[in-house]
Nanobody, 117 residues
């Protein structure tokens, strides 16, 4: 069983910063991508950023230049540094693991990010 535990969600003013963290534990597959998704009320869950086991990065266009994803393979953690936050960034943010060999995915429980003055 794989568990993902996120932390760091909070209320922040527009223009502010937050850092989300996610720690994975359990029987994690050998090669996996880690990423962050988000879901705002009434909208579909969308990909925010991913990082492969070798460090290749992907960002959605809406966060590129403002968000930075990083991972620590030794600690099975992935972080998302979010700067210059906008009201449209408000959502529940979910941590994700994608197993490259099996295509199996695991999700965290989500952490709420609210951007409001």
């Amino acid at each position: 069983q794989v568990q993902l535990v996120e932390s760091g969600g909070d209320l922040v003013q527009p223009g502010g910063s937050l850092r989300l963290s996610c720690t994975a534990s359990g029987n994690i597959c050998s090669i996996y991508d880690m990423g962050w998704y988000r879901q705002a009320p009434g909208k579909q869950r969308e990909l925010v950023a991913t990082i492969t086991s070798s460090g290749n990065l992907y960002y959605s266009g809406s966060v590129k230049g403002r968000f930075t994803i990083s991972r620590d393979n030794a600690k099975n953690t992935v972080s998302l540094q979010m700067n210059s936050l906008k009201p449209e960034d408000a959502a529940v943010y979910y941590c994700n693991i994608f197993c490259v060999g099996t295509s199996r995915q695991y999700w965290g429980q989500g952490t709420q990010v609210t951007v409001s003055s």
